[in-house]
Protein backbone atom coordinates (compact mmCIF):
# COMPACT_ATOMS: atom_id res chain seq x y z
CA UNK A 1 0.00 0.00 0.00
CA UNK A 2 1.20 3.41 -1.27
CA UNK A 3 0.07 6.67 0.11
CA UNK A 4 1.62 8.43 -2.75
CA UNK A 5 2.70 7.29 -6.50
CA UNK A 6 4.16 9.98 -8.73
CA UNK A 7 3.53 7.70 -12.44
CA UNK A 8 5.64 8.67 -15.50
CA UNK A 9 5.67 12.51 -14.90
CA UNK A 10 6.92 14.43 -17.68
CA UNK A 11 7.11 18.36 -17.48
CA UNK A 12 8.94 21.25 -19.32
CA UNK A 13 9.32 24.92 -17.64
CA UNK A 14 8.15 27.46 -19.89
CA UNK A 15 11.37 28.71 -21.67
CA UNK A 16 13.11 25.60 -21.49
CA UNK A 17 12.24 24.80 -25.16
CA UNK A 18 13.86 27.70 -26.60
CA UNK A 19 16.91 27.34 -24.14
CA UNK A 20 17.33 23.93 -25.45
CA UNK A 21 17.12 24.89 -28.87
CA UNK A 22 19.82 27.17 -28.78
CA UNK A 23 22.27 24.95 -26.66
CA UNK A 24 22.24 21.43 -27.40
CA UNK A 25 23.39 20.01 -24.17
CA UNK A 26 20.49 21.52 -22.08
CA UNK A 27 17.48 18.76 -21.31
CA UNK A 28 14.02 20.82 -22.89
CA UNK A 29 11.96 18.46 -20.15
CA UNK A 30 13.45 18.28 -16.24
CA UNK A 31 10.89 15.50 -15.64
CA UNK A 32 11.15 13.32 -18.50
CA UNK A 33 8.72 10.27 -17.57
CA UNK A 34 9.96 10.22 -13.54
CA UNK A 35 7.86 7.67 -11.06
CA UNK A 36 8.21 7.52 -7.56
CA UNK A 37 5.92 5.36 -4.71
CA UNK A 38 5.88 6.84 -1.47
CA UNK A 39 4.88 4.35 1.65
CA UNK A 40 3.51 5.95 4.92
CA UNK A 41 5.58 6.63 7.52
CA UNK A 42 8.89 6.20 5.79
CA UNK A 43 11.29 9.02 5.44
CA UNK A 44 12.49 9.19 1.65
CA UNK A 45 15.45 11.13 0.14
CA UNK A 46 15.44 12.06 -3.16
CA UNK A 47 18.83 12.23 -4.61
CA UNK A 48 20.36 14.13 -7.49
CA UNK A 49 22.73 16.49 -9.26
CA UNK A 50 21.64 19.88 -9.43
CA UNK A 51 18.96 20.29 -12.39
CA UNK A 52 17.96 16.45 -12.22
CA UNK A 53 14.69 17.22 -11.20
CA UNK A 54 14.56 16.96 -8.13
CA UNK A 55 12.29 20.26 -7.38
CA UNK A 56 10.22 19.44 -10.31
CA UNK A 57 9.23 16.26 -9.09
CA UNK A 58 8.65 17.50 -5.33
CA UNK A 59 6.18 20.58 -6.55
CA UNK A 60 4.33 18.02 -8.38
CA UNK A 61 3.67 16.00 -5.38
CA UNK A 62 0.85 18.36 -4.10
CA UNK A 63 -0.25 19.65 -7.29
CA UNK A 64 1.44 22.79 -6.92
CA UNK A 65 2.79 21.92 -10.68
CA UNK A 66 0.61 19.49 -13.09
CA UNK A 67 2.36 17.26 -15.61
CA UNK A 68 2.35 17.45 -19.03
CA UNK A 69 1.56 13.53 -18.99
CA UNK A 70 1.56 11.04 -16.62
CA UNK A 71 -0.11 10.88 -13.39
CA UNK A 72 -0.05 11.53 -9.45
CA UNK A 73 -2.47 9.51 -6.97
CA UNK A 74 -2.63 10.22 -3.28
CA UNK A 75 -4.09 7.07 -1.73
CA UNK A 76 -4.50 5.52 -4.82
CA UNK A 77 -6.75 8.14 -6.67
CA UNK A 78 -5.87 10.33 -8.91
CA UNK A 79 -5.26 14.04 -8.02
CA UNK A 80 -8.17 16.33 -8.31
CA UNK A 81 -7.15 19.58 -9.66
CA UNK A 82 -9.62 21.37 -9.05
CA UNK A 83 -9.66 24.11 -6.27
CA UNK A 84 -11.13 21.78 -3.69
CA UNK A 85 -9.49 18.99 -4.71
CA UNK A 86 -6.42 20.43 -4.60
CA UNK A 87 -7.02 22.62 -0.76
CA UNK A 88 -7.55 18.78 0.17
CA UNK A 89 -4.22 17.70 -1.01
CA UNK A 90 -2.45 20.13 0.55
CA UNK A 91 -4.00 19.66 3.25
CA UNK A 92 -2.92 16.51 3.47
CA UNK A 93 0.75 16.99 1.77
CA UNK A 94 2.10 20.11 2.66
CA UNK A 95 5.67 21.40 0.87
CA UNK A 96 8.30 23.14 2.45
CA UNK A 97 10.61 25.43 -0.12
CA UNK A 98 14.23 25.40 -0.33
CA UNK A 99 14.66 29.18 -0.04
CA UNK A 100 12.06 29.72 3.07
CA UNK A 101 11.67 33.20 1.35
CA UNK A 102 9.86 31.41 -1.40
CA UNK A 103 6.88 31.15 1.21
CA UNK A 104 7.27 33.41 4.44
CA UNK A 105 4.93 36.33 3.24
CA UNK A 106 3.44 38.05 6.83
CA UNK A 107 4.52 40.27 8.68
CA UNK A 108 5.32 38.20 11.69
CA UNK A 109 5.73 34.36 11.98
CA UNK A 110 2.72 33.73 13.79
CA UNK A 111 0.71 35.24 11.40
CA UNK A 112 2.31 33.40 8.42
CA UNK A 113 2.23 30.19 10.38
CA UNK A 114 -1.66 30.75 10.66
CA UNK A 115 -2.26 31.22 6.58
CA UNK A 116 -2.81 27.67 6.14
CA UNK A 117 -5.31 26.87 8.64
CA UNK A 118 -7.24 29.78 7.64
CA UNK A 119 -7.31 28.58 4.49
CA UNK A 120 -8.74 25.07 5.78
CA UNK A 121 -11.37 27.47 7.22
CA UNK A 122 -10.84 26.96 10.68
CA UNK A 123 -12.42 29.08 13.89
CA UNK A 124 -9.60 31.61 14.39
CA UNK A 125 -9.25 29.98 18.01
CA UNK A 126 -8.19 26.71 16.60
CA UNK A 127 -6.20 28.20 14.30
CA UNK A 128 -4.33 29.95 17.06
CA UNK A 129 -3.73 26.73 18.95
CA UNK A 130 -2.14 25.15 15.65
CA UNK A 131 -0.26 27.98 15.20
CA UNK A 132 1.36 28.08 18.67
CA UNK A 133 1.56 24.15 18.80
CA UNK A 134 3.41 24.36 15.62
CA UNK A 135 5.76 27.13 16.45
CA UNK A 136 6.74 25.14 19.52
CA UNK A 137 7.39 22.10 17.01
CA UNK A 138 10.33 23.94 15.90
CA UNK A 139 11.37 25.50 18.90
CA UNK A 140 10.06 28.87 17.30
CA UNK A 141 7.78 29.63 19.69
CA UNK A 142 9.53 32.89 21.24
CA UNK A 143 9.77 34.12 18.11
CA UNK A 144 6.27 34.24 16.84
CA UNK A 145 5.50 38.20 17.22
CA UNK A 146 9.00 38.93 15.03
CA UNK A 147 8.76 39.47 11.00
CA UNK A 148 10.40 36.53 8.72
CA UNK A 149 13.65 39.27 8.12
CA UNK A 150 14.32 39.53 11.46
CA UNK A 151 15.26 35.82 11.80
CA UNK A 152 18.39 34.17 10.94
CA UNK A 153 18.40 31.71 7.80
CA UNK A 154 17.89 29.04 9.89
CA UNK A 155 14.98 30.06 11.84
CA UNK A 156 13.30 30.51 8.28
CA UNK A 157 13.81 27.47 7.22
CA UNK A 158 11.96 26.57 10.27
CA UNK A 159 9.32 28.91 10.58
CA UNK A 160 8.49 27.71 6.64
CA UNK A 161 8.33 23.90 8.47
CA UNK A 162 5.95 25.40 10.96
CA UNK A 163 3.34 26.69 8.30
CA UNK A 164 3.76 23.77 6.60
CA UNK A 165 3.31 21.39 10.25
CA UNK A 166 0.41 24.06 11.19
CA UNK A 167 -1.99 22.38 8.28
CA UNK A 168 -1.49 18.59 9.85
CA UNK A 169 -0.41 17.33 7.01
CA UNK A 170 0.02 13.28 6.27
CA UNK A 171 2.83 14.11 4.43
CA UNK A 172 5.73 16.55 4.74
CA UNK A 173 7.90 17.23 1.57
CA UNK A 174 10.98 19.05 2.02
CA UNK A 175 12.87 20.91 -0.47
CA UNK A 176 16.79 20.79 0.44
CA UNK A 177 16.11 21.05 3.78
CA UNK A 178 19.53 21.62 4.97
CA UNK A 179 20.83 23.32 2.15
CA UNK A 180 22.39 26.69 3.56
CA UNK A 181 22.54 25.61 7.08
CA UNK A 182 25.57 24.86 9.24
CA UNK A 183 26.28 21.58 11.38
CA UNK A 184 24.60 22.70 14.40
CA UNK A 185 21.46 24.18 12.47
CA UNK A 186 21.21 20.50 10.99
CA UNK A 187 21.29 18.86 14.20
CA UNK A 188 18.22 21.24 15.37
CA UNK A 189 16.61 20.56 12.37
CA UNK A 190 16.70 16.84 12.21
CA UNK A 191 15.61 16.84 15.38
CA UNK A 192 12.79 18.68 15.10
CA UNK A 193 12.25 15.86 11.89
CA UNK A 194 12.81 13.74 13.85
CA UNK A 195 9.88 14.13 16.23
CA UNK A 196 7.63 14.28 13.54
CA UNK A 197 8.31 11.52 12.33
CA UNK A 198 8.25 9.15 15.52
CA UNK A 199 4.49 10.80 15.54
CA UNK A 200 3.73 8.93 12.29
CA UNK A 201 4.38 11.83 9.88
CA UNK A 202 5.84 10.68 6.25
CA UNK A 203 8.71 13.16 5.64
CA UNK A 204 10.32 13.38 1.57
CA UNK A 205 12.99 15.43 1.35
CA UNK A 206 15.56 16.15 -1.62
CA UNK A 207 19.02 16.47 -0.92
CA UNK A 208 22.35 16.00 -2.90
CA UNK A 209 24.23 15.04 0.66
CA UNK A 210 24.95 11.31 0.47
CA UNK A 211 26.04 11.40 4.05
CA UNK A 212 22.13 12.96 4.90
CA UNK A 213 20.64 10.38 2.90
CA UNK A 214 22.69 7.80 4.58
CA UNK A 215 22.26 8.12 8.46
CA UNK A 216 18.84 10.00 8.33
CA UNK A 217 16.34 8.31 5.07
CA UNK A 218 14.86 4.74 5.36
CA UNK A 219 14.27 5.07 1.42
CA UNK A 220 16.54 6.44 -1.00
CA UNK A 221 15.59 7.16 -4.58
CA UNK A 222 18.08 8.22 -6.71
CA UNK A 223 16.75 11.15 -9.95
CA UNK A 224 18.89 11.44 -12.97
CA UNK A 225 17.85 13.27 -15.84
CA UNK A 226 14.18 13.84 -15.09
CA UNK A 227 14.02 9.83 -14.38
CA UNK A 228 14.07 8.15 -10.74
CA UNK A 229 17.00 5.63 -11.78
CA UNK A 230 16.84 3.73 -8.50
CA UNK A 231 14.84 3.85 -5.39
CA UNK A 232 15.41 1.47 -2.37
CA UNK A 233 16.64 0.76 1.13
CA UNK A 234 19.11 3.76 1.74
CA UNK A 235 22.35 1.14 2.50
CA UNK A 236 21.08 -0.20 -0.75
CA UNK A 237 20.64 2.40 -2.83
CA UNK A 238 23.57 4.39 -1.77
CA UNK A 239 26.35 1.67 -1.97
CA UNK A 240 25.29 0.93 -5.60
CA UNK A 241 28.72 2.79 -6.91
CA UNK A 242 27.46 2.89 -10.32
CA UNK A 243 24.15 4.43 -9.57
CA UNK A 244 25.57 6.84 -7.63
CA UNK A 245 28.13 7.69 -10.14
CA UNK A 246 25.78 7.72 -13.00
CA UNK A 247 23.66 10.64 -11.32
CA UNK A 248 26.90 12.53 -10.63
CA UNK A 249 26.24 12.10 -6.88
CA UNK A 250 30.07 11.72 -6.22
CA UNK A 251 32.66 14.25 -7.50
CA UNK A 252 34.57 12.54 -9.82
CA UNK A 253 37.93 13.91 -8.18
CA UNK A 254 37.34 11.79 -4.59
CA UNK A 255 35.63 9.12 -6.54
CA UNK A 256 38.38 6.78 -5.78
CA UNK A 257 39.94 8.37 -2.79
CA UNK A 258 43.05 9.96 -4.27
CA UNK A 259 44.02 13.32 -4.89
CA UNK A 260 43.47 14.56 -7.76
CA UNK A 261 47.06 14.47 -10.54
CA UNK A 262 46.45 17.80 -11.98
CA UNK A 263 45.16 21.10 -10.86
CA UNK A 264 43.24 23.45 -13.97
CA UNK A 265 45.43 26.05 -15.15
CA UNK A 266 43.34 29.18 -15.07
CA UNK A 267 44.47 32.26 -17.37
CA UNK A 268 46.33 35.15 -15.95
CA UNK A 269 47.24 32.96 -12.57
CA UNK A 270 49.89 31.18 -11.37
CA UNK A 271 51.88 29.63 -8.24
CA UNK A 272 55.35 30.83 -7.69
CA UNK A 273 56.20 28.48 -5.20
CA UNK A 274 55.11 25.44 -8.26
CA UNK A 275 58.38 25.31 -10.77
CA UNK A 276 56.09 25.80 -13.82
CA UNK A 277 57.29 23.81 -17.19
CA UNK A 278 57.09 24.46 -20.97
CA UNK A 279 55.58 22.55 -22.77
CA UNK A 280 56.02 20.96 -26.44
CA UNK A 281 54.19 23.83 -27.72
CA UNK A 282 55.38 26.51 -25.96
CA UNK A 283 52.96 27.22 -23.53
CA UNK A 284 53.48 26.92 -19.66
CA UNK A 285 51.72 24.64 -17.86
CA UNK A 286 51.95 24.78 -13.73
CA UNK A 287 53.75 21.72 -12.10
CA UNK A 288 51.27 20.88 -9.64
CA UNK A 289 51.14 17.20 -10.86
CA UNK A 290 54.51 17.15 -9.24
CA UNK A 291 53.01 17.33 -6.08
CA UNK A 292 50.82 14.41 -5.71
CA UNK A 293 52.83 10.82 -5.74
CA UNK A 294 52.67 8.80 -8.63
CA UNK A 295 49.75 6.14 -6.95
CA UNK A 296 47.57 9.35 -6.08
CA UNK A 297 48.39 8.78 -2.03
CA UNK A 298 49.54 12.41 -0.40
CA UNK A 299 52.50 13.98 -1.69
CA UNK A 300 54.35 14.37 1.83
CA UNK A 301 52.81 13.69 5.43
CA UNK A 302 51.22 16.32 7.50
CA UNK A 303 53.58 18.22 9.12
CA UNK A 304 52.81 20.28 12.28
CA UNK A 305 55.03 23.60 13.35
CA UNK A 306 56.89 23.07 17.06
CA UNK A 307 55.55 25.48 19.15
CA UNK A 308 58.08 28.51 19.33
CA UNK A 309 58.44 27.75 23.30
CA UNK A 310 59.05 24.44 24.61
CA UNK B 1 17.97 52.26 8.34
CA UNK B 2 14.63 50.47 6.99
CA UNK B 3 15.63 47.17 8.84
CA UNK B 4 16.68 49.64 11.72
CA UNK B 5 13.62 51.13 12.29
CA UNK B 6 11.65 47.79 11.25
CA UNK B 7 13.52 46.37 14.22
CA UNK B 8 12.46 48.93 16.30
CA UNK B 9 9.48 48.73 15.65
CA UNK B 10 9.41 44.88 16.70
CA UNK B 11 10.98 45.14 20.07
CA UNK B 12 10.33 48.66 21.12
CA UNK B 13 8.42 49.13 24.24
CA UNK B 14 5.53 49.50 22.99
CA UNK B 15 5.17 47.42 20.25
CA UNK B 16 2.03 45.55 21.56
CA UNK B 17 0.23 48.61 22.09
CA UNK B 18 -0.61 49.53 18.21
CA UNK B 19 -3.98 50.51 19.00
CA UNK B 20 -3.03 53.29 21.60
CA UNK B 21 0.15 54.54 19.95
CA UNK B 22 -1.86 54.75 16.36
CA UNK B 23 -3.93 56.87 18.45
CA UNK B 24 -1.65 58.83 20.23
CA UNK B 25 0.08 59.47 16.82
CA UNK B 26 -2.77 60.60 14.73
CA UNK B 27 -3.99 63.16 17.84
CA UNK B 28 -0.33 64.66 17.38
CA UNK B 29 -0.86 64.63 14.17
CA UNK B 30 -3.55 66.40 13.76
CA UNK B 31 -2.65 68.84 16.32
CA UNK B 32 0.80 69.90 13.54
CA UNK B 33 -1.91 70.24 10.82
CA UNK B 34 -4.39 72.04 12.59
CA UNK B 35 -2.51 74.12 14.98
CA UNK B 36 -0.73 77.24 14.16
CA UNK B 37 2.84 75.71 12.89
CA UNK B 38 5.12 78.34 14.27
CA UNK B 39 3.84 77.01 18.03
CA UNK B 40 2.58 73.49 17.16
CA UNK B 41 5.70 72.57 14.79
CA UNK B 42 8.12 72.77 17.23
CA UNK B 43 6.00 71.95 20.33
CA UNK B 44 5.00 68.54 18.64
CA UNK B 45 8.36 67.58 17.23
CA UNK B 46 9.39 67.41 20.25
CA UNK B 47 6.96 65.79 22.23
CA UNK B 48 7.41 62.99 19.17
CA UNK B 49 10.62 62.45 19.58
CA UNK B 50 10.51 62.41 23.49
CA UNK B 51 7.88 59.74 23.24
CA UNK B 52 9.71 57.71 20.84
CA UNK B 53 12.91 58.07 22.62
CA UNK B 54 11.73 58.29 26.73
CA UNK B 55 8.45 56.20 26.03
CA UNK B 56 8.99 53.32 23.49
CA UNK B 57 13.40 52.96 24.33
CA UNK B 58 13.79 53.78 20.47
CA UNK B 59 17.93 54.57 20.11
CA UNK B 60 17.73 58.36 19.98
CA UNK B 61 20.78 58.15 17.32
CA UNK B 62 18.23 56.13 15.04
CA UNK B 63 15.76 58.85 15.30
CA UNK B 64 17.69 61.68 14.98
CA UNK B 65 19.70 59.56 11.91
CA UNK B 66 16.56 58.80 10.32
CA UNK B 67 14.91 62.68 10.65
CA UNK B 68 18.35 64.12 8.88
CA UNK B 69 17.81 62.85 5.02
CA UNK B 70 13.91 64.13 4.86
CA UNK B 71 14.70 66.78 6.72
CA UNK B 72 17.71 67.73 4.06
CA UNK B 73 14.72 67.97 1.22
CA UNK B 74 12.91 69.94 3.99
CA UNK B 75 15.53 72.57 4.07
CA UNK B 76 16.26 72.55 0.20
CA UNK B 77 12.51 73.14 -0.48
CA UNK B 78 12.17 75.67 2.10
CA UNK B 79 15.46 77.84 0.55
CA UNK B 80 13.63 77.83 -2.39
CA UNK B 81 10.67 79.24 -1.35
CA UNK B 82 12.47 82.34 0.01
CA UNK B 83 14.02 83.34 -3.07
CA UNK B 84 11.98 85.36 -5.68
CA UNK B 85 12.02 85.48 -9.19
CA UNK B 86 11.31 88.58 -11.34
CA UNK B 87 10.84 89.28 -14.92
CA UNK B 88 10.37 92.56 -15.02
CA UNK B 89 13.99 94.09 -15.66
CA UNK B 90 15.52 90.97 -17.07
CA UNK B 91 15.50 88.29 -14.68
CA UNK B 92 16.05 89.15 -11.28
CA UNK B 93 16.47 87.02 -8.40
CA UNK B 94 16.00 88.33 -4.85
CA UNK B 95 15.16 87.23 -1.38
CA UNK B 96 11.50 87.54 -0.30
CA UNK B 97 10.55 88.21 3.25
CA UNK B 98 7.26 86.92 2.45
CA UNK B 99 8.85 83.36 1.13
CA UNK B 100 10.83 83.05 4.14
CA UNK B 101 7.60 83.66 6.64
CA UNK B 102 5.79 80.92 4.47
CA UNK B 103 8.94 78.97 4.26
CA UNK B 104 9.49 78.92 8.23
CA UNK B 105 5.32 78.01 8.76
CA UNK B 106 5.79 74.98 6.09
CA UNK B 107 9.06 74.19 7.14
CA UNK B 108 8.20 73.84 11.12
CA UNK B 109 4.68 71.85 10.44
CA UNK B 110 6.33 69.65 7.88
CA UNK B 111 9.60 68.85 10.57
CA UNK B 112 6.19 68.14 13.35
CA UNK B 113 4.78 66.26 11.38
CA UNK B 114 7.49 64.26 10.30
CA UNK B 115 8.61 63.43 13.48
CA UNK B 116 5.51 62.07 14.52
CA UNK B 117 5.61 60.28 11.54
CA UNK B 118 9.05 58.85 12.19
CA UNK B 119 7.38 57.75 16.02
CA UNK B 120 4.79 56.03 15.03
CA UNK B 121 7.18 53.99 12.42
CA UNK B 122 9.60 53.08 15.11
CA UNK B 123 6.68 51.90 17.70
CA UNK B 124 4.05 50.12 15.81
CA UNK B 125 4.83 47.36 13.69
CA UNK B 126 3.81 46.90 10.00
CA UNK B 127 1.77 43.80 10.82
CA UNK B 128 -0.04 45.52 13.82
CA UNK B 129 -1.39 48.51 11.52
CA UNK B 130 -2.09 46.63 8.52
CA UNK B 131 -4.33 44.62 11.56
CA UNK B 132 -5.66 48.09 12.65
CA UNK B 133 -6.58 48.78 9.02
CA UNK B 134 -8.25 45.63 8.44
CA UNK B 135 -10.38 46.42 11.55
CA UNK B 136 -11.18 49.75 10.14
CA UNK B 137 -12.76 48.11 7.04
CA UNK B 138 -9.91 49.00 4.68
CA UNK B 139 -10.32 46.46 1.44
CA UNK B 140 -8.76 43.00 1.93
CA UNK B 141 -7.29 43.31 -1.41
CA UNK B 142 -5.74 46.31 -0.68
CA UNK B 143 -4.23 44.80 2.74
CA UNK B 144 -2.70 41.59 0.86
CA UNK B 145 -1.15 43.82 -1.37
CA UNK B 146 0.25 46.03 1.81
CA UNK B 147 1.61 42.85 3.38
CA UNK B 148 3.17 41.48 0.17
CA UNK B 149 4.97 44.40 -0.09
CA UNK B 150 6.00 44.81 3.02
CA UNK B 151 7.61 41.86 2.98
CA UNK B 152 8.84 41.81 -0.75
CA UNK B 153 11.08 45.19 0.70
CA UNK B 154 12.78 43.77 2.94
CA UNK B 155 13.43 40.25 0.75
CA UNK B 156 14.44 42.74 -2.40
CA UNK B 157 16.96 44.90 0.36
CA UNK B 158 18.73 41.50 1.52
CA UNK B 159 19.05 40.97 -2.54
CA UNK B 160 20.45 44.53 -2.84
CA UNK B 161 22.55 43.98 -0.38
CA UNK B 162 24.38 41.13 -1.67
CA UNK B 163 24.15 42.24 -4.87
CA UNK B 164 25.98 45.60 -3.92
CA UNK B 165 28.42 43.51 -2.22
CA UNK B 166 29.66 40.99 -4.88
CA UNK B 167 30.06 44.62 -7.25
CA UNK B 168 31.80 45.80 -4.95
CA UNK B 169 33.99 42.66 -4.20
CA UNK B 170 34.83 43.07 -7.73
CA UNK B 171 35.79 46.46 -7.53
CA UNK B 172 32.60 47.41 -9.05
CA UNK B 173 32.42 50.58 -7.21
CA UNK B 174 36.46 51.82 -7.30
CA UNK B 175 35.82 54.80 -9.35
CA UNK B 176 32.58 57.27 -10.08
CA UNK B 177 32.55 56.35 -13.59
CA UNK B 178 32.45 52.30 -12.08
CA UNK B 179 29.92 53.58 -9.74
CA UNK B 180 27.52 54.71 -11.77
CA UNK B 181 27.91 51.60 -14.19
CA UNK B 182 27.44 49.00 -11.11
CA UNK B 183 24.53 50.88 -9.57
CA UNK B 184 22.90 50.81 -12.87
CA UNK B 185 23.55 47.20 -13.49
CA UNK B 186 22.69 46.33 -9.94
CA UNK B 187 19.21 48.31 -10.52
CA UNK B 188 18.33 46.80 -13.42
CA UNK B 189 19.28 43.06 -12.08
CA UNK B 190 17.26 43.94 -9.00
CA UNK B 191 14.54 43.98 -11.11
CA UNK B 192 14.42 41.03 -12.73
CA UNK B 193 14.99 40.09 -9.75
CA UNK B 194 11.93 41.22 -7.36
CA UNK B 195 9.96 39.47 -11.06
CA UNK B 196 11.54 36.02 -10.64
CA UNK B 197 10.66 36.60 -6.66
CA UNK B 198 7.37 37.43 -7.36
CA UNK B 199 6.86 34.16 -9.26
CA UNK B 200 8.45 31.96 -6.37
CA UNK B 201 6.12 33.59 -3.92
CA UNK B 202 3.00 33.10 -5.80
CA UNK B 203 4.06 29.59 -6.20
CA UNK B 204 5.24 29.03 -2.85
CA UNK B 205 1.90 30.65 -1.93
CA UNK B 206 -0.01 28.47 -4.06
CA UNK B 207 2.02 24.94 -2.47
CA UNK B 208 0.33 26.40 0.75
CA UNK B 209 -3.54 26.90 -0.27
CA UNK B 210 -3.66 30.46 -1.57
CA UNK B 211 -6.25 31.02 -3.91
CA UNK B 212 -7.57 35.13 -3.89
CA UNK B 213 -7.42 35.84 0.21
CA UNK B 214 -4.13 35.96 2.16
CA UNK B 215 -6.19 35.38 5.19
CA UNK B 216 -3.47 35.90 8.74
CA UNK B 217 -4.24 35.98 12.40
CA UNK B 218 -4.03 39.67 14.09
CA UNK B 219 -1.15 40.11 15.77
CA UNK B 220 -1.38 39.67 19.27
CA UNK B 221 -2.03 43.15 21.56
CA UNK B 222 -1.91 44.50 24.88
CA UNK B 223 -3.65 48.01 25.69
CA UNK B 224 -5.05 49.32 29.27
CA UNK B 225 -7.22 51.78 29.82
CA UNK B 226 -4.84 53.97 31.57
CA UNK B 227 -3.09 53.78 27.64
CA UNK B 228 -5.77 54.34 25.86
CA UNK B 229 -6.92 57.31 28.12
CA UNK B 230 -2.99 59.00 27.89
CA UNK B 231 -3.01 58.22 24.06
CA UNK B 232 -6.14 60.84 23.78
CA UNK B 233 -5.39 63.06 26.71
CA UNK B 234 -1.83 63.88 25.71
CA UNK B 235 -2.54 65.07 21.99
CA UNK B 236 -5.13 67.23 23.37
CA UNK B 237 -3.66 68.68 26.02
CA UNK B 238 -0.50 69.46 23.54
CA UNK B 239 -2.73 70.89 21.12
CA UNK B 240 -4.29 73.36 24.12
CA UNK B 241 -0.62 74.44 24.91
CA UNK B 242 -0.07 74.09 20.94
CA UNK B 243 -2.84 76.68 20.60
CA UNK B 244 -2.27 78.92 23.67
CA UNK B 245 1.49 79.69 22.67
CA UNK B 246 0.27 80.63 19.58
CA UNK B 247 -1.31 82.98 20.56
CA UNK B 248 0.85 84.53 23.25
CA UNK B 249 3.75 84.79 20.35
CA UNK B 250 0.66 86.42 17.95
CA UNK B 251 1.51 83.59 15.79
Known amino acids: MTLLDAIGLRYAWPGTEAAAARAPGQRREALAGASLAVRPGVRLALLGGNGSGKSTLLLHLNGTLRPASGEVRWQGQPIDYSRRGLAALRQAVALVFQDPDDQLFAGTLAQDVSFGPLNLGLDPAEVARRVAAALAAVGLEALGALPPHMLSHGQRKRAAIAGALAMRPAMLVLDEPTAGLDPAGIDILLDHLDALHAQGMTVVFSTHDLLLARHWADEVAVLHQGRVIAHGGAAAVLDDAPVIAAAGLRPRRFADGRRPVSSPSWPGVSRPSTPHRRSADGRDTPGHDELAAPDGAAAAPLRRERPPHG | ?251
Open chain 2, 1 to 251: MLRAIESCANTNRWHRHAGPVTLFCAGLMACVLLAPPLAAGPLIGIAAGLAAVAGAGVPGRLFLGAMLVPLGFLLTSALALCVTLGFDHGVTIGLSAAGAATALRAGLRAAGALAVTLCFACTVPAAAWIALLRRAGTPEALLDLLMLVHRTLFVLDETRASMVRALDNRLGFATKRLMLRSAAQAMALLFLRSLDRAARLERGLAARGYVDRLPVLPPDSAASPLGWTLAAGVPMLLGGVAFGLARAIGA
